[in-house]
């Protein structure tokens, strides 16, 4: 697409950039933002200087024009370099987004006033010559002060404004390896500095009542675990300031106690209390060798971020952020004084350095990062990078500073201090009209659950919709609804009953490849049933290409800051990869050779009701198996239980469902259907029995089980079977449909017979026995590929394919009848998920591939 404006030519293209040229061929403005395969309409009001962008993401942005909003200040030399000040540049730091300021390697520290525009010296050492280690207090303005380390164990902290009342301490025999800066409070400003053997050294910084005297005292000392390079890279105290959160360079995050006696206090910290408090010999201020007591960590998160080490520490909201060189931002949470992981997400693409994350003032976040040779400040929650300086990397000294009024980066660069600055921080004035779904075709739809929003309160509660009364079809009804794609990511969706609108309420992006799959279960309430509270919760496991899977749950919450809006929460559980099994014999994974091609096709989770047993996670692989996952404390780890490749190709489809008989076990099945039109049908109950038959023992006994004959084999198409669905009736049998790539159908019905066996040891046993009673077929229910297919009752079942008719049919009275068909939009429609509204407001049915349509069926 191209506009030609009066002053500017406007063009936009499948790179998912919107690009804005003067008229003689200079790019003026870059809008990123949108995500998929482009950017497919563009409009323009010059008047106004807007342009609005429109993508394969479903999303519409309207962006400000140069001259409207706020601009990129540019980057500019400082010109440090000059004959009054010998020596060369070898850190520089920010003091707010207006000072700056910088060292040599005469240890001479000078200040740069970003509106006066001229160096001044604040004093010179000779102790910090060579190597000098500088950083600046945090704050807006950086509480006037900075911190100076070298290679003695030698430790500065000065006074910006009265650099001669600097106070000098030395704190380690050897090199200390970095210097932070942590503000517990509002007020109460702490200095960490790490020395050798992991020693940390943790300084109360305050002033005087006049300002012109600060005082430094040591307050306690941390030791971190071993590791080579043994020292903490960032840190930050988790409100309300009872522990201090670090990150080292192993990569590891670290909870400490913020004072000594802190673990004593047996309201503070829970589990945490043992296991902390390792001694460590110090030697004091005075260099007297004073013994000082290191504390331990109460928790660890070892190697999170890699072995490049943790970048920065923030903590917002209850929660605590870290950033990593490993491109991947985590999400924890403290919990009886231990961290949890919530959430891991990767960067946009090609940025693997994340440097630091600040919360702008609308609340939400952005990440600072080096993209190859670039600095880049970007926002995840619009895909856009906001702010791109050239730099030439991070392998420098540099800082970073925000605040409402401006941004600014500074950088050492050919022996100069060069100084980007952009007025408004970190935010760009643009607005997101409508919020993009997904950058490439969706793969599946799974509903979760529906909240109601209370009358008498005005807050949404979870209900199931049989409970649902006549004539509650109003605006209180919101479907919570899953969809994948093949651009890596999980959404979280709202629908409304009556708006007609998706609001994407989360996105979780852990996959490295196409999410094909998706399954859920353990669907309930905040607080569980004792204390039900408002929302929805459940959990999730998601799969796709690369044989990756990923468990995580999801509590769905009213949002505290608009009543009217829900908040998601997601945190992320386990994960698993084929080239990885669990070796049972001698307790340790072991390494197996998958084809990297394998992908998950379909999953399906088995809730079982024996204690100590999580439930089974079962997957469809493109590789010919069926494989069963064993979820242990509620989807925290993935273990490989049994695999079978009966069906000697492509698994598409599997689908599980329970049989209950009075005065009869509750019987757990599996439905497994294949490229070739196959069913087979597997008694998991059974296999799960002690001393049962039909897991038979592994060629290798580090690899899994191997699931034996299948209760029941069908062939009921010619080719593929896309769609698969089972329905209990009313006399005890299962309703069981499939659709095929043919366009076929095919309804049965399966009775579940127990019959007694003579056992060889002489005890009798009941083993079921799968009969079919009924078999219809609907040669030419589709044109296409039948992609969707649910049995809504015994009498109704729906049907989509990419032929793109929905259809839905009369069961009950021999072969399905046709009862209505309608025309849906959305091309190459890969998965449909229907269910009950409400007694008066019928059936909702979601179908995605290139898009997502939602329908309202009234039988």
Same mark, same amino acid.
């Given at each position: 697409?191209?506009?030609?404006?009066?002053?500017?030519?406007?063009?936009?293209?499948?790179?998912?950039?919107?690009?804005?040229?003067?008229?003689?061929?200079?790019?003026?403005?870059?809008?990123?933002?949108?995500?998929?395969?482009?950017?497919?309409?563009?409009?323009?009001?010059?008047?106004?200087?807007?342009?609005?962008?429109?993508?394969?993401?479903?999303?519409?942005?309207?962006?400000?024009?140069?001259?409207?909003?706020?601009?990129?200040?540019?980057?500019?030399?400082?010109?440090?370099?000059?004959?009054?000040?010998?020596?060369?540049?070898?850190?520089?730091?920010?003091?707010?987004?207006?000072?700056?300021?910088?060292?040599?390697?005469?240890?001479?520290?000078?200040?740069?006033?970003?509106?006066?525009?001229?160096?001044?010296?604040?004093?010179?050492?000779?102790?910090?010559?060579?190597?000098?280690?500088?950083?600046?207090?945090?704050?807006?303005?950086?509480?006037?002060?900075?911190?100076?380390?070298?290679?003695?164990?030698?430790?500065?902290?000065?006074?910006?404004?009265?650099?001669?009342?600097?106070?000098?301490?030395?704190?380690?025999?050897?090199?200390?390896?970095?210097?932070?800066?942590?503000?517990?409070?509002?007020?109460?400003?702490?200095?960490?500095?790490?020395?050798?053997?992991?020693?940390?050294?943790?300084?109360?910084?305050?002033?005087?009542?006049?300002?012109?005297?600060?005082?430094?005292?040591?307050?306690?000392?941390?030791?971190?675990?071993?590791?080579?390079?043994?020292?903490?890279?960032?840190?930050?105290?988790?409100?309300?300031?009872?522990?201090?959160?670090?990150?080292?360079?192993?990569?590891?995050?670290?909870?400490?106690?913020?004072? !000594?006696?802190?673990?004593?206090?047996?309201?503070?910290?829970?589990?945490?209390?043992?296991?902390?408090?390792?001694?460590?010999?110090?030697?004091? *201020?005075?260099?007297?060798?004073?013994?000082?007591?290191?504390?331990?960590?109460?928790?660890?998160? !070892?190697?999170?971020?890699?072995?490049?080490?943790?970048?920065?520490?923030?903590?917002?909201?209850?929660?605590?952020?870290?950033?990593?060189?490993?491109?991947?931002?985590?999400?924890?949470?403290?919990?009886?004084?231990?961290?949890?992981? @919530?959430?891991?997400?990767?960067?946009?693409?090609? &940025?693997?350095?994340?440097?630091?994350?600040?919360?702008?003032?609308?609340?939400? &976040?952005?990440?600072?990062?080096?993209?190859?040779?670039?600095?880049?400040?970007?926002?995840?929650?619009?895909?856009?990078?906001?702010?791109?300086?050239?730099?030439?990397?991070?392998?420098?000294?540099?800082?970073?500073?925000?605040?409402?009024?401006?941004?600014?980066?500074?950088?050492?660069?050919?022996?100069?201090?060069?100084?980007?600055?952009?007025?408004?921080?970190?935010?760009?004035?643009?607005?997101?009209?409508?919020?993009?779904?997904?950058?490439?075709?969706?793969?599946? @739809?799974?509903?979760?659950?529906?909240?109601?929003?209370?009358?008498?309160?005005?807050? !949404?509660?979870?209900?199931?919709?049989?409970?649902?009364?006549?004539?509650?079809?109003?605006?209180?009804?919101?479907?919570?609804?899953?969809?994948?794609?093949?651009?890596?990511?999980?959404?979280?969706?709202?629908?409304?009953?009556?708006?007609?609108?998706?609001?994407?309420?989360?996105?979780?992006?852990?996959?490295?490849?196409?999410?094909?799959?998706?399954?859920?279960?353990?669907?309930?309430?905040?607080?569980?049933?004792?204390?039900?509270?408002?929302?929805?919760?459940?959990?999730?496991?998601?799969?796709?290409?690369?044989?990756?899977?990923?468990?995580?749950?999801?509590?769905?919450?009213?949002?505290? *800051?608009?009543?009217?809006?829900?908040?998601?929460?997601?945190?992320?559980? *386990?994960?698993?990869?084929?080239?990885?099994?669990?070796?049972?014999?001698?307790?340790?994974?072991?390494?197996?050779?998958?084809?990297?091609?394998?992908?998950?096709?379909?999953?399906?989770?088995?809730?079982?009701?024996?204690?100590?047993?999580?439930?089974?996670?079962?997957?469809?692989?493109?590789?010919?198996?069926?494989?069963?996952?064993?979820?242990?404390?509620?989807?925290?780890?993935?273990?490989?239980?049994?695999?079978?490749?009966?069906?000697?190709?492509?698994?598409?489809?599997?689908?599980?469902?329970?049989?209950?008989?009075?005065?009869?076990?509750?019987?757990?099945?599996?439905?497994?259907?294949?490229?070739?039109?196959?069913?087979?049908?597997?008694?998991?109950?059974? &296999?799960?029995?002690?001393?049962?038959?039909?897991?038979?023992?592994?060629?290798?006994?580090?690899?899994?089980?191997?699931?034996?004959?299948?209760?029941?084999?069908?062939?009921?198409?010619?080719?593929?079977?896309?769609?698969?669905?089972?329905?209990?009736?009313?006399?005890?049998?299962?309703?069981?449909?499939?659709?095929?790539?043919?366009?076929?159908?095919?309804?049965?019905?399966?009775?579940?017979?127990?019959?007694?066996?003579?056992?060889?040891?002489?005890?009798?046993?009941?083993? !079921?026995?799968?009969?079919?009673?009924?078999?219809?077929?609907?040669?030419?229910?589709?044109?296409?590929?039948?992609?969707?297919?649910?049995?809504?009752?015994?009498?109704?079942?729906?049907?989509?394919?990419?032929?793109?008719?929905?259809?839905?049919?009369?069961?009950?009275?021999?072969?399905?009848?046709?009862?209505?068909?309608?025309?849906?939009?959305?091309?190459?429609?890969?998965? &449909?998920?229907?269910?009950?509204?409400?007694?008066?407001?019928?059936?909702?049915?979601?179908?995605?591939?290139?898009?997502?349509?939602?329908?309202?069926?009234?039988?």
């Amino acid at each position: 697409q191209v506009k030609l404006l009066e002053n500017y030519l406007i063009s936009a293209g499948e790179d998912c950039v919107c690009l804005v040229w003067s008229h003689e061929g200079e790019i003026l403005q870059a809008f990123r933002g949108h995500q998929g395969r482009g950017i497919r309409a563009i409009a323009a009001h010059e008047r106004q200087a807007w342009v609005i962008t429109g993508g394969d993401d479903s999303g519409i942005r309207l962006w400000h024009l140069v001259g409207r909003g706020y601009r990129g200040l540019g980057v500019s030399a400082l010109c440090f370099k000059s004959r009054s000040r010998p020596g060369t540049l070898k850190a520089v730091t920010l003091a707010g987004s207006w000072r700056l300021l910088a060292v040599t390697d005469t240890g001479a520290l000078y200040l740069y006033d970003v509106e006066v525009k001229c160096w001044e010296q604040l004093l010179e050492d000779k102790h910090f010559q060579s190597y000098c280690l500088l950083e600046a207090a945090p704050g807006p303005e950086g509480f006037g002060l900075c911190a100076m380390a070298n290679g003695e164990g030698r430790v500065k902290v000065v006074p910006i404004n009265t650099p001669t009342a600097a106070v000098d301490q030395t704190l380690f025999p050897g090199k200390v390896h970095s210097l932070s800066w942590a503000l517990r409070g509002y007020e109460e400003l702490l200095l960490l500095a790490s020395g050798p053997g992991g020693v940390v050294a943790c300084l109360e910084i305050s002033a005087a009542p006049s300002g012109k005297a600060i005082f430094v005292k040591e307050r306690c000392r941390y030791l971190l675990p071993p590791s080579k390079q043994r020292w903490h890279t960032c840190s930050a105290f988790l409100p309300p300031g009872d522990f201090l959160v670090c990150g080292d360079r192993r990569g590891s995050v670290l909870l400490f106690p913020s004072r !000594p006696g802190l673990l004593k206090d047996p309201g503070v910290g829970g589990k945490a209390r043992a296991g902390a408090g390792a001694p460590v010999v110090g030697s004091g *201020s005075s260099g007297g060798g004073n013994a000082f007591t290191g504390l331990g960590p109460v928790s660890t998160l !070892p190697s999170l971020h890699g072995k490049q080490g943790v970048t920065s520490v923030t903590c917002h909201g209850g929660y605590v952020y870290t950033t990593g060189r490993d491109g991947a931002y985590y999400q924890l949470f403290v919990r009886d004084g231990q961290l949890q992981p @919530v959430l891991r997400q990767k960067s946009c693409r090609g &940025m693997n350095w994340l440097a630091g994350l600040r919360i702008v003032p609308d609340g939400s &976040m952005v990440i600072l990062g080096f993209h190859a040779n670039e600095f880049v400040v970007w926002n995840p929650r619009s895909h856009e990078k906001l702010h791109i300086v050239n730099c030439g990397g991070g392998h420098r000294s540099w800082a970073f500073s925000d605040t409402e009024a401006a941004m600014a980066f500074a950088y050492l660069k050919d022996g100069d201090v060069m100084l980007y600055r952009a007025l408004g921080g970190c935010t760009r004035p643009h607005v997101i009209l409508r919020e993009g779904l997904h950058g490439r075709e969706i793969t599946c @739809v799974k509903r979760v659950g529906t909240i109601t929003l209370g009358p008498e309160y005005g807050v !949404p509660s979870f209900m199931q919709p049989d409970d649902l009364e006549p004539g509650s079809e109003g605006p209180d009804l919101t479907d919570i609804v899953i969809t994948c794609s093949e651009d890596t990511t999980v959404c979280v969706l709202a629908l409304p009953t009556t708006t007609g609108s998706a609001h994407a309420l989360t996105a979780v992006c852990n996959h490295i490849s196409s999410v094909r799959a998706v399954a859920v279960w353990g669907i309930g309430t905040p607080g569980g049933p004792q204390d039900p509270q408002p929302g929805l919760t459940a959990h999730v496991v998601s799969a796709g290409g690369r044989a990756e899977m990923h468990c995580f749950s999801i509590m769905v919450t009213p949002d505290p *800051s608009t009543p009217s809006r829900l908040a998601c929460h997601v945190m992320h559980l *386990s994960s698993h990869r084929l080239d990885e099994y669990w070796d049972r014999q001698r307790n340790r994974h072991r390494m197996v050779k998958v084809d990297p091609e394998t992908r998950y096709m379909s999953l399906a989770v088995c809730e079982l009701d024996q204690p100590g047993l999580g439930p089974l996670v079962a997957a469809a692989c493109s590789d010919g198996a069926v494989r069963l996952f064993l979820l242990q404390d509620s989807g925290r780890i993935l273990q490989l239980l049994a695999e079978t490749f009966h069906h000697k190709r492509c698994v598409l489809k599997v689908h599980s469902f329970t049989h209950e008989a009075p005065n009869q076990r509750r019987r757990l099945l599996l439905c497994s259907a294949a490229t070739d039109g196959s069913l087979a049908f597997w008694d998991l109950t059974t &296999m799960l029995d002690h001393d049962s038959t039909v897991l038979e023992p592994p060629v290798d006994p580090g690899l899994p089980y191997r699931l034996g004959t299948p209760s029941l084999t069908l062939q009921a198409h010619s080719c593929g079977i896309n769609s698969l669905h089972t329905l209990p009736t009313r006399e005890g049998h299962h309703l069981v449909a499939s659709g095929s790539e043919d366009g076929s159908l095919h309804v049965f019905v399966l009775a579940v017979e127990m019959l007694q066996l003579e056992e060889a040891v002489g005890e009798a046993g009941l083993v !079921p026995q799968l009969r079919v009673l009924e078999e219809y077929s609907v040669p030419c229910a589709h044109a296409a590929h039948v992609t969707g297919l649910k049995i809504l009752s015994p009498s109704i079942m729906v049907s989509a394919s990419i032929d793109q008719r929905l259809t839905f049919w009369r069961l009950g009275h021999g072969e399905p009848t046709f009862m209505n068909s309608t025309v849906f939009h959305v091309p190459d429609v890969a998965d &449909m998920d229907c269910w009950p509204v409400s007694p008066e407001f019928g059936h909702r049915c979601a179908l995605g591939g290139q898009g997502l349509e939602v329908y309202n069926w009234y039988d």
